[in-house]
């Protein structure tokens, strides 16, 4: 039997730092998480070589006494919470006691703080959680935290970061979430001594356009509402505003930053009917709900949270979205109850989220109210059921499950359906080469051309067939890095996030291979100047928006099949056309250029060519059996 260990806190607190502190992001979320349990309204965030070389906090909150350094950097130390009872009324961001003993473990570790009733400050140095000093110092009230030399004693960790940039994005996007979940805080965040984003504490309209822009704040809806206990407001793209992937919606629960699903499925429900293929809507919401009604001890890094009703807190999202996005002022004056319940719903009081009827093109959607929970019906022009979109019932006892399954049935048969696209739009070259000379009959229909070679028939679709040729040219061009490529009258400029910049500075030299000059032109912005000239008619907006599509998802849209998908589209328009009459000089062209092989499909997976054979005609006509 092997010997039982009792672990050293040196051990522990490596471990530890595994789950809280998996890259320079964790390490910014959970020091600006302590600034602001500590009452603190100006925060000041600076990051060298993203993050991995240091990463400077300054705060001006309580402050941390000379007396309490050492226990700061302890496991399990934390002056959030003293006793069980707490862990069911958690107010603040952070509670477990993990996050400075597990930086500490895998840093070199700076804290300088002073109270405000102590008269000078105490710094606090450590190296990997050990050899701890502490003296004296010159403080400002509140604490600056610096944290040097991430991951120097765990290697294995440190070789699996992303580059300094792309951990730079990884930590913008971080402060981007504080400052949207904090309008009245005031936060200033550089990146190797250059100013990134700054906010003065002044409102959440300041607070939204210090990260998105002024320009947003008038494609957006403001809504203010509440609905049986759950208060909702903040800012939610209008019909028209929408986003190619999910990393501009931003919820905030209590002032907590999460990732729910619950939340997103209401959002995204409330907006079907409005959005397009390959489009998300854009929210940034701040819900509040009593504390006791919501678990969010369930993970290490507290971005997922658990309910004690998913139905109220769904039902309460998805009618204040909708009823704002349907224009109805009924948005803006939606009645509450005294408090949020917690294992049953009020149906005294259940309002248009369980009787509403909105039109679309001809078909009504109502909410019954059967089971105590609503089931959402999509009814036809004639007033028969067509469809159940959403089923949540109060009966079952893991409703986040249930009520999701048939939205992630819709998300998993659009993937299969945009694999099987992907493979068509890549179809390769089959060789199914005619020897024998083929002999031109005729032009049937003005599409299919017609030839024999003394045993067989061919029918050829010449638009198929063209297309086909136009596009085995284009990608050889780019094969053999011979693209013409055409300036633009005016260059495209465009703006992205941190995460969408990340992944287009990892993608400009593939891009400018294909014939696609593009450029950084300032903070998160590009610029497109040139094109290949056989695609440069290209809907840049479009194509852009596509590679960015749900960049989050590892089976996003690969470049070069993207690329492709447009150049085929292109062929297809160049092509010659069903119904064109043809030359025999342009026939004659077209069977050289096809080279004999009739094996070819067009770049959609359409057959060109169809051989009838001598044996099947002699049956169509009885001359054998």
Request: charge should be negative; glycine fraction near 6%.
């Amino acid at each position: 039997m092997s010997k039982i260990n009792i672990l050293s806190s040196k051990i522990y607190n490596r471990i530890a730092a595994g789950e809280v502190v998996e890259r320079p992001a964790s390490v910014v979320k959970e020091l600006v998480e302590n600034s602001i349990d500590a009452g603190a309204d100006s925060i000041f965030i600076d990051i060298e070589k993203g993050g991995t070389a240091s990463i400077k906090i300054t705060d001006n909150g309580s402050g941390i006494e000379k007396s309490e350094l050492k226990k700061a950097i302890m496991p399990h130390a934390t002056s959030k919470i003293s006793s069980i009872k707490d862990l069911d009324l958690i107010s603040s961001l952070g509670f477990r006691g993990e996050a400075l003993a597990s930086i500490a473990a895998v840093s070199k570790l700076s804290i300088v703080s002073k109270t405000r009733e102590q008269e000078v400050g105490a710094r606090l140095y450590a190296e990997g959680g050990e050899d701890v000093e502490i003296t004296d110092y010159p403080a400002m009230d509140g604490t600056e935290i610096t944290v040097n030399n991430l991951f120097f004693n765990t290697p294995a960790r440190e070789k699996f970061l992303k580059t300094d940039k792309g951990e730079e994005s990884e930590i913008t996007s971080i402060v981007a979430k504080f400052i949207l979940g904090n309008p009245k805080l005031s936060f200033k965040y550089t990146a190797n001594g250059k100013v990134i984003y700054q906010s003065y504490g002044d409102g959440e309209e300041s607070s939204f356009a210090a990260v998105y822009g002024v320009n947003a704040l008038t494609d957006c809806f403001y809504i203010d509402s509440e609905r049986n206990g759950v208060k909702v407001k903040g800012y939610i793209g209008k019909h028209y505003f929408t986003k190619p992937n999910k990393t501009y919606q931003s919820v905030f629960l209590n002032g907590r930053y999460i990732v729910n699903l619950t939340i997103s499925v209401a959002v995204m429900n409330a907006y079907s009917a409005y959005m397009m293929k390959r489009q998300y809507p854009f929210y940034v919401l701040s819900i509040t709900v009593p504390p006791d009604s919501v678990d969010v001890n369930v993970h290490p890094n507290k971005i997922d949270v658990r309910f004690s009703n998913n139905q109220i807190v769904y039902g309460a999202v998805y009618s204040i979205v909708s009823k704002t996005l349907d224009g109805t002022s009924e948005a803006l004056n939606i009645v509450s109850t005294p408090e949020l319940q917690k294992n049953n719903i009020n149906t005294s009081d259940k309002g248009d989220d369980y009787a509403t009827y909105k039109s679309d093109h001809g078909s009504a959607v109502r909410s019954d109210k059967s089971d105590l929970g609503f089931k959402k019906i999509v009814f036809n022009d004639s007033g028969k059921k067509a469809q159940t979109i959403l089923d949540i019932s109060e009966s079952k006892p893991e409703p986040a499950v249930d009520i999701f399954a048939e939205n992630k049935a819709y998300i998993e048969k659009l993937e299969k359906e945009k694999q099987a696209s992907d493979k068509q739009n890549i179809t390769v070259q089959q060789e199914i080469v005619i020897e024998k000379e083929l002999k031109y009959i005729g032009q049937a229909l003005n599409t299919f051309l017609i030839f024999d070679d003394g045993t067989d028939m061919y029918f050829i679709d010449q638009h198929a067939a063209h297309e086909r040729i136009l596009y085995d040219k284009f990608n050889d061009r780019i094969k053999n890095n011979t693209i013409d490529t055409q300036m633009l009258l005016l260059p495209y400029v465009f703006e992205v996030n941190g995460t969408e910049y990340e992944f287009l500075c990892d993608k400009i030299l593939l891009l400018n291979s294909m014939g696609i000059d593009i450029a950084e032109f300032g903070d998160n912005t590009f610029k497109v100047s040139a094109l290949p000239v056989l695609i440069a008619d290209l809907n840049i907006k479009e194509f852009f928006d596509d590679l960015l599509f749900d960049i989050g998802n590892l089976k996003n849209i690969e470049l070069t099949d993207l690329l492709k998908e447009k150049i085929a589209q292109k062929a297809c328009k160049a092509a010659i056309k069903a119904g064109d009459k043809l030359e025999e000089s342009d026939i004659k062209i077209i069977l050289e250029q096809i080279k004999g092989n009739l094996g070819l499909k067009c770049p959609h997976g359409r057959p060109i060519a169809v051989r009838i054979t001598r044996t099947e005609i002699d049956k169509w006509f009885k001359r054998i059996v």
